[in-house]
């Protein structure tokens, strides 16, 4: 299943190695839960993502740490790799490109 999430960007790099396993690793940030008495502040999670996001992501580069809005989905690996979950980016966007609700400007009400 796919989700869309609002996420605060931070970074990403790409890899490829000799034996031609290639991806991506997306750095975001988030405000620690309230309700999480052992963490304060900001947290930083990484997500995987194949090698093209990285491309997704170039134009956006100039103005990160900045809002994107990311197609995730939960993906599990194998038993015999210690069966780990982790979210994977299958695509990439800024806020706004697909229809969500802009925020409007706010208006001046001291009219005389």
Do not use: W
Request: with cysteine.
């Amino acid at each position: 299943m796919i989700n869309t999430i609002q996420a605060h960007v931070i970074g990403a790099s790409r890899y490829k190695m000799d034996n031609g396993v290639q991806g991506a690793k997306i750095s975001i940030m988030q405000a620690a839960s309230a309700e999480n008495e052992n963490a304060i502040g900001n947290q930083v999670s990484v997500m995987t993502a194949p090698y093209d996001i990285f491309d997704q992501l170039h134009a956006a580069a100039p103005h990160m740490p900045c809002a994107m809005e990311l197609d995730i989905e939960l993906r599990t690996s194998s038993a015999a790799a210690g069966g780990k979950t982790v979210l994977h980016v299958i695509a990439a966007r800024k806020p706004n490109a697909t229809g969500s609700h802009q925020q409007q400007p706010a208006t001046n009400s001291d009219k005389k």
